[in-house]
Every structure is written in structure tokens, then in C-alpha cells.
């Protein structure tokens, strides 16, 4: 899972990455992504994707455990570590959806049914993980298969995470409070609407500045034009 390429992590970074994630050309996140991401906000669907983060890493070493023991004891422990993950990952994409409909625009939007899709694959590979310990006769083929699920289950929610993560930084990136003007322009630039309308939302930003009022005002404009 290690290996998986970072690639969502780099165009949130650009914030910008929302529209070609959505646009289904961005890779499973590595799992070293979360680690690299602007610092999550302190927001439910921030903190559900931290959450949904450490559950990956969880699943990710039942995973090793279960390839490298081959015993009915390993294939239990990483279907229970797949199983984790996977109720994880639903109560974070469960969050994304919740600051996507708070932003109301399409890179929140498709971050969420990222993260829910993400969520309903690791819900599958966690019950092919439980199968395959409970009903496998063979303990070795047991764990192997435990394994290959657990480690599925803990792709999904690595990907989860990093979904429910873009759909909080644009929730907090669209407040007061999380604003960051660079970033807002360079959404504003990458939005597929007439460059008429960009050039007055760029102007609106500038205006407002550090104006809580006006700048809550203008934001909510960027909202409403964006959507």
C-alpha cells in the first residue's frame, strides 16, 4: 500500500485537485498522504479523517501479520482490523458528505462521493476478510485470504481519509476562519466558470481582505457562483 502514489495529496495542495480527483484519474492514495497534507482542520470531518488514517494503519499491519503468521488466529485478527476500518471509514465519509453539503459546491461534493465509494470498498473487503476466517477450513488459505481483504479494506480507508480530509479543507478553506486568500484564487482560477466571473471573485477576495464581515460576505458569493 506503501507504494500507491500520493497524487491527491499534491493537487490538494493546489486545491485545485479536487476537480481532476472527480474527474476519476487520481490513483489510491499512498499511505503516507495523510502525513503530507496541509495540517487537517479541527473540523468533524477533519478529525473523522485522522481517525479513518490511524484505522488504515491498523488494518494495514493485521494485513502483514495475517501474510506472514497463515494461522486461524491472524486471519481473525486482520477480519476484525478490515472490519474496524471499514465502520471507520463509512462515519468519515459519512463527515464528508456533511462538509460538502456545508460548502455547497462540486469539488466538496465529488470529494465526498469519493470518500463514500472509498467507504462502500472497504466494507466489501471486510466482509471477504470475515468470510474467508470464519468459513475457510484451512487456516493458512484462511489468513492468506484475511490478509489480501485486510489489506484492501485498509487501501479504502486510506483513500477515505484523504477524501474526507479534501472535503475538509475546503470546508475550512471557504470560512473566515480557515481562509487563505492564495489558495481561494487558486480555486477561483481552476472553476469552470467565465473568466468575467472569476475576475469579480478575485476582486471580491482582495477587497475583503482580513475583513471578517466582508470577507464572510465574499466567500459566500464564491459559494454561490461556484456551485
Known amino acids: 500500500m506503501r507504494k500507491l502514489l500520493p497524487i491527491i495529496v499534491i493537487l490538494l495542495l493546489a486545491v485545485a485537485g479536487g476537480w481532476y480527483w472527480m474527474q476519476g484519474q487520481t490513483p489510491v492514495p499512498d499511505r503516507t498522504a495523510m502525513t503530507d497534507l496541509p495540517e ?46 471499514a465502520a471507520i471509514a463509512a462515519d468519515a465519509a459519512a463527515e464528508a458528505a456533511r462538509a460538502s453539503e456545508e460548502t455547497n459546491i462540486d469539488p466538496a461534493s465529488d470529494a465526498a462521493q469519493a470518500a463514500e465509494d472509498a467507504a462502500e470498498a472497504a466494507i466489501d473487503a471486510a466482509d471477504t476478510a470475515a468470510r474467508a476466517a470464519v468459513e475457510s477450513t484451512d487456516p493458512q488459505a484462511a489468513a492468506s485470504t484475511a490478509a489480501d481483504a ?43 466558470i467565465p473568466d468575467t466571473q472569476k475576475a469579480t471573485l478575485r476582486r471580491l477576495i482582495e477587497t475583503a481582505g482580513d475583513n471578517p464581515q466582508l470577507l464572510r460576505a465574499a466567500l459566500k458569493q464564491v459559494k454561490q457562483v461556484m456551485r
Open 40 to 85: 487537517t482542520p479541527a473540523t468533524p470531518a477533519g478529525e473523522a479523517a485522522e481517525v479513518a488514517d490511524q484505522a488504515a494503519d491498523a488494518a494495514d499491519a493485521a494485513a502483514q501479520e495475517a501474510a506472514a503468521d497463515e494461522s486461524r488466529a491472524a486471519a481473525e485478527a486482520a477480519a476484525d482490523a478490515a472490519a474496524d476500518a
Open 150 to 192: 485486510a489489506q484492501d479494506a485498509a487501501e479504502a480507508t486510506a483513500e477515505t481519509a484523504n477524501a474526507a480530509a479534501v472535503a475538509a479543507q475546503i470546508e475550512s478553506l471557504l470560512t473566515p476562519q480557515g481562509f487563505d486568500a492564495a489558495r481561494v484564487q487558486q480555486m477561483i482560477d481552476q472553476a469552470q
